[in-house]
Structures are given as structure tokens and as C-alpha cells.
């Protein structure tokens, strides 16, 4: 503490998207609307699955969890980013900086054990199905996602307290829409070689695990899928169906996460990381609900007996 007090920067400055004032309401639009859309879309997923019984089956119960995992993804960076655009104030104090981070950083964390769950899911539903209502019963489900959001939370806490204990002066400007930990890092006044390593270490570790488990569970998966191809031709589409999804929103999901996380932290405040960013943040988040129940029939039949109910 007696570190952080001796810094003199107390607040930073958000640098956002800087654009011409007469196209700050086009972007304030822009940017309300996906976020209306991610919330509403993460929404209806949560109330269909709620309200049909059909659905009550531990992968859309891994599925409920991602979407309000993805509603707070969004929740946490767009709302203030939608105010800075409103109000020109982009200050943001240090310790709501630091929140900020953590929360994002959790969120992340938590998605990449969330989708490595989601894959060991669908192993069990293929490779091993007479099995299955015993392994992936209710407890295990529960357990498997609030372990994943436990775990999520506490790596980004490591993460956070060697970037809070770093001492910062001079400049205040971040050149991002949110704190992040490349640019904070940019405006370390001390050595954070440290801080750095541990980020690196602890992303390369939460992204390649599972990764490696997701790869493994898809080899075993891909065999089943061939010899469930050999006997009947309903079966195999079926499987594919139910994998096809989620092996989209990994690839989406962890392509852009290396680009960003999965490298030295302290690189250039010029770099175009934020606008990389806008993808997995906030595009990835509203993309998801469509990637899940375009592909996925139960789902869809289940929205139109939700919303024939409602009407």
C-alpha cells in the first residue's frame, strides 16, 4: 500500500475510439445496439432453456451458464464506453481501472474452462452415451461450472495484484476503450518483467490446457463420429450437429485470445490491439447466441414454444 500511495496518478484517460464529434452518435448507436442485442439474445437463451423442460440436460445448462458469462462480458466494458462517448469524460479512477481489469480478465479466464467443460460434455454425449446421465448428472454439472468460474477468478486475481502493486506515473492515457493489461502495463513507471511473466505464464497455462483438452475430447470425438457413420447416417448428423457449434465458438474464441494474451504484455501504446479487441469482446459475445441456435434444432423449437407461450 505504501507503493501505491507514493504514485501520482490517481486516474486514467480512456482514449477510445477518437472520431470526428459528428460521428460520435453513430458510434454511441452502433455500440448501444450490439449491446441491447448481446444482452436481449444471452437473455432469451437463459428463459428458454428455464422454462423447457426438454432442455433441462447438462450441456444447456453449460450453455445457460457461458450466456450469463457473456452478459456481463459485455456489461463490464460497453456501459462505460457508451458514457465516455455520451459525456466526452473519459476519465476512470484507478481503482475502478483495476476492477475493471479484474472482472474482464476473470470473465476470460473463466470462458476458456467454460469451453474446454463444454467439450468433455459432448465427449460423454458421444463417445461413452449409455454412461452418460451418471457422469454428467446434476451435481458433476454444477460442480464443473462453478468450478470453472471459481478458477476463472482466482487465476485473474494473481494476474491483477502483480499489475496493482506496479508503481505508475507520468502519462495517464491508455489508448484502448477499457483497461486492459497491455495497456496499463504501458504506463508502468518500475520494472513489471515480473508482472509480465506471471501474466504470460498464467495465460499460456489457462489457454493451452484447455485447448489440449478441447483437442483431445474433439480426436476421440471425430473417431466416434466415423464409426457412428458407418452404421447409420441419422446418427452422425445428429453428433456433428451438437459439436459443430461449439468447435465455432472455441475457434473464434481462442484465435483472437492468443493474438491479444499469449505474448509479452508491454508492446506499443500504438498498436491496433483494441480494435482486435472489439472482436472478442464485444462482437464474439453477440455472435455466440446465433452461432448456438441456428445449428441447434432443439433450441430453436424450443424458442417457438417459449415464444408462442408468451404471445
Known amino acids: 500500500m505504501k507503493e501505491r500511495q507514493s504514485n501520482n496518478i490517481t486516474a486514467f484517460i480512456l482514449v477510445?475510439?477518437?472520431?470526428?464529434?459528428?460521428?460520435?452518435?453513430?458510434?454511441?448507436?452502433?455500440?448501444?445496439?450490439?449491446?441491447?442485442?448481446?444482452?436481449s439474445e444471452n437473455v432469451v437463451i437463459i428463459v428458454t432453456i428455464k422454462m423447457n423442460s426438454l432442455l433441462h440436460k447438462p450441456m444447456y445448462y453449460l450453455?445457460?451458464?457461458?450466456?450469463?458469462?457473456?452478459?456481463?462480458?459485455?456489461?463490464?466494458?460497453?456501459?462505460?464506453?457508451?458514457?465516455?462517448?455520451?459525456?466526452?469524460?473519459?476519465?476512470?479512477?484507478?481503482?475502478?481501472?483495476?476492477?475493471?481489469?479484474?472482472?474482464?480478465?476473470?470473465?476470460?479466464?473463466?470462458?476458456?474452462?467454460?469451453?474446454?467443460?463444454?467439450?468433455?460434455?459432448?465427449?460423454?454425449?458421444?463417445?461413452?452415451?449409455l454412461r452418460y446421465t451418471v457422469i454428467m448428472n446434476n451435481t458433476c454439472c454444477l460442480c464443473l461450472a462453478v468450478g470453472s468460474w471459481v478458477l476463472g477468478f482466482s487465476i485473474a486475481m494473481f494476474k491483477v495484484i502483480?499489475?496493482?502493486?506496479?508503481?505508475?506515473?507520468?502519462?495517464?492515457i491508455i489508448n484502448h476503450f477499457f483497461c486492459d493489461i497491455s495497456p496499463v502495463l504501458n504506463l508502468a513507471c518500475t520494472d513489471v518483467s515480473l508482472a509480465e511473466l506471471v501474466d504470460f505464464i498464467l495465460a499460456m497455462i489457462l489457454s493451452l490446457v484447455p485447448l489440449a483438452v478441447i483437442a483431445i475430447t474433439y480426436?476421440?470425438?471425430?473417431?466416434?463420429?466415423?464409426?457412428?457413420?458407418?452404421?447409420?447416417?441419422?446418427?452422425?448428423?445428429?453428433?456433428?450437429?451438437?459439436?459443430?457449434?461449439?468447435?465455432?465458438?472455441?475457434a473464434?474464441?481462442?484465435t483472437t485470445l492468443f493474438f491479444i494474451y499469449a505474448r509479452p504484455?508491454?508492446?506499443?501504446?500504438?498498436?491496433?490491439?483494441?480494435?482486435?479487441?472489439?472482436?472478442?469482446?464485444?462482437?464474439?459475445?453477440?455472435?455466440?447466441?446465433f452461432i448456438y441456435c441456428l445449428r441447434n434444432g432443439e433450441v430453436k423449437e424450443s424458442m417457438r414454444k417459449t415464444f408462442r407461450l408468451c404471445y
Open 265 to 289: 504484455k508491454k508492446i506499443s501504446p500504438f498498436d491496433r490491439n483494441k480494435y482486435v479487441s472489439i472482436f472478442y469482446s464485444i462482437l464474439t459475445p453477440l455472435l455466440n447466441p
Open 252 to 254: 473464434i474464441f481462442f
Open 219 to 250: 480426436l476421440c470425438i471425430i473417431r466416434s463420429i466415423l464409426n457412428i457413420s458407418r452404421r447409420k447416417s441419422a446418427g452422425w448428423k445428429k453428433a456433428f450437429s451438437t459439436c459443430s457449434s461449439h468447435l465455432l465458438v472455441v
Open 162 to 172: 502483480f499489475i496493482f502493486r506496479s508503481s505508475f506515473c507520468g502519462s495517464n
Open 16 to 39: 477510445g475510439f477518437p472520431a470526428h464529434p459528428k460521428l460520435q452518435p453513430v458510434l454511441f448507436t452502433i455500440f448501444l445496439i450490439i449491446y441491447i442485442l448481446t444482452v
Open 63 to 129: 450453455l445457460c451458464s457461458l450466456s450469463v458469462l457473456e452478459i456481463w462480458y459485455v456489461t463490464v466494458t460497453v456501459p462505460n464506453l457508451l458514457h465516455n462517448i455520451l459525456t466526452q469524460n473519459k476519465q476512470i479512477n484507478f481503482f475502478a481501472c483495476m476492477a475493471q481489469l479484474y472482472i474482464f480478465i476473470s470473465l476470460a479466464c473463466t470462458e476458456c474452462v467454460l469451453l474446454a467443460v463444454m467439450a468433455f460434455d459432448r465427449y460423454v454425449a458421444i463417445c461413452i452415451p
